[in-house]
T-cell receptor, first 116, second 111 residues
Framework: QKEVEQDPGPLSVPEGAIVSLNCTYS??????FMWYRQYSRKGPELLMY????GNKEDGRFTAQVDKSSKYISLFIRDSQPSDSATYLC????????????????FGKGTLLTVNP | KAGVTQTPRYLIKTRGQQVTLSCSPI?????VSWYQQTPGQGLQFLFE???????NKGNFPGRFSGRQFSNSRSEMNVSTLELGDSALYLC??????????FGPGTRLTVT
């Protein structure tokens, strides 16, 4: 079982739609969860960062974590053509204490297209 | 503050050759990580460097290596290139916190 699995898409929606992007993870010890956005021919940029369960809102974006079912979601309200990108969920892991030996494990990404 | 920079942005190499990629982290960031991104496997962790020491390594063959300099700049080397090494190679830096910031990547094509 992969550590992080993401709905592969692609997803195509009309402008103004609510978008739901989802990932599941296997290790119940994970506590931090991230969403990155990657435009074509660019590096990923950090979009949302959450700790533990619950919701976090930032403008039109809401990140949701359900630790009981090991499920993370990103919702985009009033989607815009400029939101067209690949969205990647990511989970940081530390193999040692003290902040070292860090790596991000990514889902494979969902390509979103918002049509005007 | 300037972001993570990577050079070169694009590279074409032949099978069997070796390649060196360069990364300059955000000023003040001492941790530098490298990732490989391919359509089939997605983004996969290669290794992390902190204070010139490799702290963590992903599941890649020994042909993939790296180093970090005293100014935190990092280089990644791939020897004996294979067609399957064609990918976007991403460098990322962070402080002691959890947030990792990525550069634009180097697109490597092996022919």
């Amino acid at each position: 079982q992969k550590e992080v699995e993401q709905d592969p898409g692609p997803l195509s929606v009309p402008e103004g739609a609510i978008v739901s992007l989802n990932c599941t993870y296997s290790n119940s010890a994970f506590q931090y969860f991230m969403w990155y956005r990657q435009y074509s021919r660019k590096g990923p940029e950090l979009l949302m960062y959450t700790y533990s369960s619950g919701n976090k809102e930032d403008g039109r974006f809401t990140a949701q974590v359900d630790k009981s079912s090991k499920y993370i979601s990103l919702f985009i309200r009033d989607s815009q053509p400029s939101d067209s990108a690949t969205y990647l969920c990511a989970i940081p892991q530390w193999l040692r204490s003290g902040g070292s030996n860090y790596k991000l494990t990514f889902g494979k990404g969902t390509l979103l297209t918002v049509n005007p | 503050k300037a972001g993570v920079t990577q050079t070169p942005r694009y590279l074409i190499k032949t099978r069997g050759q070796q390649v060196t990629l360069s990364c300059s982290p955000i000023s003040g960031h001492r941790s530098v990580s490298w990732y490989q991104q391919t359509p089939g496997q997605g983004l996969q962790f290669l290794f992390e460097y902190f204070s010139e020491t490799q702290r963590n390594k992903g599941n890649f063959p020994g042909r993939f290596s790296g180093r970090q300099f005293s100014n935190s700049r990092s280089e990644m080397n791939v020897s004996t290139l294979e067609l399957g090494d064609s990918a976007l190679y991403l460098c990322a830096s962070r402080t002691r916190g959890n947030k990792q910031y990525f550069g634009p990547g180097t697109r490597l094509t092996v022919t």
